[in-house]
């Protein structure tokens, strides 16, 4: 398996070193594109440096910051043109455990599509307010059944997808961002014929730095199921 891990950043001074001797450690056999949205912090010439030490890392810096979305767009373009088989999505704040990629890699060799879920058996969120549960977990419910995705937790963010996979659900032409790019992308998926699996990870809140999700972003994400869902009877085929 040739495998890449696009690791999107912005003003991530503070984890993408770390991110990236960790994933060097984990995952040796990977290369890893860090997709960096012009970040004044400094993120991008930290993440060059550390790849000149340890190699098998480069660096796509883009002119501004853009969102999420577009940023794995162009690490999915930049992968698939390099040949890569797999793609990874990983965010660089440690919410998501570089220590369980070797197990959603193992599941790649397999799937079309794999996704590491909170609410699968094993999955657990520690340290979330009661609230916050509340509303990922029904966003979730509600995307999958509208949509009829079959997936648990369609919001998470660590992937991994065949690039068979990516060109038959032409992710070029997504257009949500946040929580709704990671749900379109399942949709896209599903409604593709791609193989999806679930497996359980542990996520945690970031320690160091800032949140870039609100819950505008969610509202959103909801609004924009919604949408997909009205739309359901009359687009049978990806466009």
Not at 143 to 167: C, F, N, P, Q
Not at 195 to 202: D, G, K, L, M, R
């Amino acid at each position: 398996m040739r495998a890449l891990v696009v690791l999107p950043t912005y003003n991530e001074i503070l984890n993408v070193e770390p991110m990236l001797r960790l994933l060097r450690e984990v995952v040796p056999e990977c290369h890893v594109l860090v997709v960096d949205d012009n970040s004044p912090d400094g993120t991008a010439k930290m993440a060059r440096a550390v790849g000149e030490e340890l190699g098998q890392i480069e660096v796509l810096e883009r002119g501004a910051k853009s969102g999420l979305g577009r940023a794995y767009r162009a690490g999915f373009a930049w992968g698939l043109e390099h040949g890569y088989d797999h793609v990874v999505e990983i965010d660089c704040d440690f919410s998501h455990d570089p220590l369980a990629l070797p197990m959603l890699l193992e599941q790649a060799a397999h799937n079309d599509v794999v996704i590491g879920s909170r609410y699968v058996e094993g999955g657990h969120i520690p340290r979330w307010a009661w609230s916050r549960r509340v509303l990922s977990r029904g966003g979730n419910k509600y995307a999958s059944l509208v949509l009829g995705l079959r997936v648990a937790d369609s919001t998470s963010g660590y992937r991994v997808y065949s690039a068979s996979a990516l060109e038959g659900m032409h992710y070029e032409t997504v257009t949500a961002d946040g929580y709704g790019f990671q749900i379109e992308m399942t949709y896209r998926a599903r409604r593709s014929g791609a193989s999806i699996i679930e497996v359980p990870i542990s996520f945690t809140d970031r320690q160091r730095g800032e949140s870039k999700m609100s819950k505008a972003i969610v509202v959103e994400a909801l609004a924009l199921v919604t949408k997909w869902a009205l739309e359901r009877p009359f687009h049978r085929r990806v466009r």
